[in-house]
């Protein structure tokens, strides 16, 4: 495999490899020195063409962990704003011997046609393309779950899946690729998702998809899951289609937010995660998003670990994904 572009693209033994090199990474990043060799000498440009906080900033922080050099490239401040095309940068970086691109896009297929038009030859990965895939942020999320599911369990983590596992994803499933990346990935991984949202916000053809799903979020509490993720309702994907997918922010908080009450009726071992950025009193309360039981902000540390051992794995001459 060259490219990362897609969770549904990885073989169980491509995910379980990358979550246990993720799982040494981590244990590199407790040092003193937290910088490793492996990757000195390449660089890696993160080509940015839609906002991001934890996706850029992880990817840079895992590329100079391993020493790669790094080049930020933002579409705002670029000759992007110019009309310049997606073609026309690729060969730009081209021209200039980079040795990985991580790319995110608005547009859903963006980072394909980056590996696959033959504007570059060097590997790709996927930082979030439209509501299509968004595969290190599936990865970070089945590392953090995987460390709950069996550290409650005990043993070692290396070379287990999710077999067994329960998630609930809730929310905003129309404009996710979380949620279509996660489906992809835990189905792989051997976990049972259920999707939950209001039939304004289920893609068409989800019945044809790997996983359960309903409208109604309480049933799908009372299955006692391991893990709920909440989405980010996405409002500027929702607005640019014209809106009205729902009445009122206080009624989707009703029906489909992580309030208090549905809180507190969570078993003690449920996690509860989000990939933020997230909408505190839309899709969760703050009680939930604090509690001990979330695992939000270990999420994103995990992004780091998760970024680091994709980079390895692809970039470096041994590191072999394949
Ligand atoms: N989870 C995620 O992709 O967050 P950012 O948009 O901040 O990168």
């Not at 033994?13 to 060799?37: F, G, H, N, W, Y």
């Not at 790319?103 to 590996?115: D, P, V």
Request: net charge neutral.
């Amino acid at each position: 495999m060259k490219h990362l572009l897609s969770a549904a693209d990885l073989s169980h033994e491509q995910a379980l490899k990358i979550l246990d090199t993720a799982e040494a990474m981590a244990m590199t990043q407790s040092r003193q020195v937290k910088k490793l060799p492996t990757l000195r000498g390449k660089t890696v440009v993160n080509l940015f063409f839609e906002d991001s906080t934890r996706t850029r900033i992880s990817f840079e922080t895992a590329a100079k962990r391993l020493s790669a050099d790094v080049i930020n490239f933002s579409a705002k401040g670029s000759s992007v704003s110019k009309g310049e095309s997606l073609k026309d940068t690729a060969l730009t970086l081209q021209a200039m011997r980079v040795d990985g691109i991580v790319i995110r896009h608005r547009f859903s297929g963006a980072a394909y046609r980056l590996a696959h038009a033959g504007w570059s030859d060097v590997p790709v990965i996927n930082a979030g393309d439209g509501n299509h895939q968004h595969p290190t942020q599936a990865l970070l999320d089945a590392m953090t779950l995987r460390r709950h599911y069996w550290g409650a369990r005990g043993g070692e983590l290396a070379g287990r899946d999710l077999k067994g596992a329960k998630v609930v994803i809730v929310g905003d499933i129309l404009h996710s690729r979380v949620a279509r990346s996660n489906v992809d990935l835990m189905g792989t991984l051997g976990a049972q998702v259920t999707l939950v949202g209001p039939p304004t916000l289920m893609p068409v053809g989800v019945e044809d998809w790997n996983c359960d799903f309903t409208y109604d979020f309480d049933t799908a509490l009372n299955t006692e899951p391991d893990a709920v993720m909440m989405l980010r309702v996405q409002n500027e994907r929702m607005s640019a289609a014209g809106g009205g997918f729902f009445p009122s922010v206080g009624e989707y908080h009703r029906a489909y937010g992580l309030d208090r009450s549905r809180f507190e009726r969570l078993p003690e071992k449920t996690v509860i995660m989000h990939p933020g950025p997230m909408n505190r009193g839309m899709e969760i309360c703050a009680e939930a998003a604090d509690s001990p039981q979330s695992v939000v902000v270990e999420q994103v540390g995990n992004g780091v670990n998760i970024r680091m051992s994709v980079l390895y794995l692809l970039l470096a001459p041994e590191g072999g994904l394949l």
